[in-house]
């Protein structure tokens, strides 16, 4: 009697077992499943064809000839020339689409529109969007390349942006033009994107000095940008002469107190490069955290409202561009995790993001020549409200590549 209970025991206890290695596999098979069903060339071959469509209908007139955003219900790209802030994302949206392609037209086409952004290098620093214009175009040039002139015009570049760094506060000056407006030296979050250009020289036969000005910005942004949650001021102003911070402020976003969403995502992608940069673990800390409270607060169906903090949200619009720049920095984040869990955790929720941005709600198709819709630029000056931007198409690719790297 004795002896059956023990082997009716053991049978129940096999049986637990094989049922447990069962809801197992059946777990793991469809969280598998459910990542490898998005189709990442299927989303590229679609960025192909928008390319195509918008080189194809060359609207341009003379030197303006970058597209930048369509507005809401248009069909025609508005065209900014070399100078704008975003002429670098045009030709780096050509660049990845030679990566992927491997389409010598888009070479070609991508080298033109670089090659239009060359003066920038060698002029005096108009502000620190020289980071996004030479690194986001000849940048990405190189990188494919190895276009020794590419070289040297980043090298030219890291120099110049860094002209307007200020040690006595200790960030570069994004914006020298609004000095006296806004009280003093003002450093603005998007800002930390440009410091991977001083990176770069620094480690590419530029001045040494120039990762330490990128080391120091990161710290000092750091330090004073970002409120007890981790939320952050899109603009910090610092007094030029004693370097003192005077008031943490917006200028895109909602208000001073709110989560502007594209600034916070800038912050999510700034951090986590700077750890690739200099493998300081309080970067990849403080990306996390950054991070952590975009993920908190996201809608259900991860696509950010342009600022968090808007009071008609759900009637809000919605920024794609930020969702864009954030799945791009998560799949990067992912990689510096030892900790599987949370590796999957963030690569899990960049591809949730790519998911939504690559469905017929957000992608243009048929609606105008630009790959995503619904991004906001600058809502309280009631520009590029809901539109197709160019710098969303742009990291929007930059993403499925990253993604199609990962070998997912
Ligand atoms: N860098 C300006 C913007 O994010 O709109």
Excluded at 94 to 112: E, G, M, P, R, V
Excluded at 275 to 296: C, M, S, W
Aim: charged share 20%; glycine share 6%.
């Amino acid at each position: 009697m004795l002896k059956k209970m023990k082997a009716d025991s053991y049978f129940i206890q096999i049986n637990n077992f094989v049922l447990g290695l069962l809801i197992l596999y059946l777990f793991c098979f469809t969280k598998i499943n459910a990542q490898s069903a998005f189709n990442v060339n299927k989303q590229l071959n679609y960025c192909i064809q928008q390319v195509n469509k918008t080189v194809a209908a060359n609207n341009s007139i003379g030197d303006i000839n970058i597209p930048r955003s369509i507005d809401n219900n248009a069909k025609v790209w508005k065209y900014v020339d070399y100078k704008d802030w975003t002429s670098g994302f045009w030709p780096g949206i050509l660049w990845y689409a030679y990566q992927f392609s491997h389409d010598n037209q888009f070479k070609i086409q991508a080298a033109k529109f670089s090659n239009e952004l060359i003066p920038l290098a060698y002029s005096p620093a108009y502000d620190h969007d020289l980071g996004f214009q030479i690194n986001c175009s000849i940048g990405n040039g190189f990188r494919l390349t190895q276009n020794k002139n590419y070289k040297k015009i980043l090298l030219a570049a890291a120099d110049t942006l860094a002209t307007l760094f200020n040690p006595k506060v200790g960030t570069i000056l994004s914006w020298p033009r609004e000095v006296q407006s806004l009280g003093g030296h003002n450093t603005i979050m998007d800002n930390m994107m440009n410091l991977e250009l001083l990176f770069w020289a620094s480690k590419n036969g530029g001045n040494k000095q120039l990762y330490n000005i990128a080391v120091k910005h990161a710290n000092t942004t750091m330090k004073n940008h970002f409120r007890k949650d981790f939320s952050g001021y899109h603009v910090v102003v610092y007094d030029s002469i004693t370097g003192k911070k005077i008031k943490g402020i917006t200028h895109q976003g909602y208000s001073d107190a709110s989560m502007w969403a594209r600034g916070q995502s800038w912050a999510i992608y700034g951090f986590t490069m700077c750890y690739r940069e200099t493998h300081n673990p309080v970067f990849l800390d403080f990306a996390q955290k950054v991070a952590g409270i975009y993920l908190k607060r996201l809608p259900k169906d991860m696509i950010p409202y342009w600022d968090f903090d808007d009071k008609s949200i759900p009637n809000a619009p919605k920024d794609v561009s930020a969702a864009a720049v954030t799945a791009s920095a998560l799949l990067e984040l992912s990689t510096f995790m030892t900790d599987k869990t949370k590796q999957e955790y963030y690569k899990s929720k960049a591809v949730s993001m790519l998911k939504e941005i690559s469905t017929p709600k957000y992608q243009s198709c048929e609606v105008n020549n630009a790959i995503l819709l619904h991004s906001t630029g600058h809502k309280p000056h009631n520009s590029e409200v809901d539109a197709s931007i160019n710098y969303a198409d742009f990291y929007y690719m930059e993403a499925l590549l990253r993604l199609k790297n990962m070998g997912l």
